[in-house]
C-alpha cells in the first residue's frame, strides 16, 4: 500500500449517477472535514480558545463553521432562523470544547449538509429562499455553495490560529 498523500477531495474522480454540482459540493464537504480535522488535531483546550495576538481562536473558527453552515441549512430548507438559533450566534466565540467536541460539531453539521446536498434536486437549484431578517432572494443552489465557500474561509482561520496557538 502506497503512503502517497491523496490529492485534495475534488480530483478524486468522478461520482457516478450523481449531478457533477451535487458531486461537487460533497467533494467539498469531505475537503471542509479533512481541513478542519487537520487545524484542530489535537490540540489542548488552551490552545483552542487561545486569543494570540489579538486573533480570534480556532475554537470559534470551528464553531462558527458548525453554527454558520446549520444556519444557512435552515434557509436552504425554506425556513427562517428560530429564536434559539439567534440567541446562540454570540456564544460562538467562547467556549471550553476539546477538539474532538468540535470535531463532532463540525461533522454533526456537515452530515445534515450531506443530506440536504443529496437531498436537493438540480431541478430546484434555481429554486428562490429567502436569507436573512431582510430576507435576501437567492436560489437554492446559491446557499449550498456558499456553505462551502464560508466554511473555507473559516478553515483558514483555524489553520492560521492553531499555527500561532
Known sequence: MSDAKQPEAWMRGITPGVNPVTAHLLRASEQIREDSQAAVGDLTREQIWSKPNGMTSAGFHAKHLAGSTTRLLTYLEGSQL?????????????????????????????????????????DDFAAIREVGRKRYQVTAVSIAIHIAEHAQRHIGGMIAAAKVA
Open 82 to 122: 428560530t429564536p434559539d438559533q439567534l440567541a446562540a450566534i454570540p456564544g460562538e466565540g467562547t467556549g471550553d470544547e476539546n477538539a474532538d467536541q468540535l470535531k463532532n460539531l463540525i461533522n454533526a453539521a456537515l452530515d445534515r449538509y450531506d443530506r440536504a446536498v443529496r437531498y436537493l434536486s438540480p
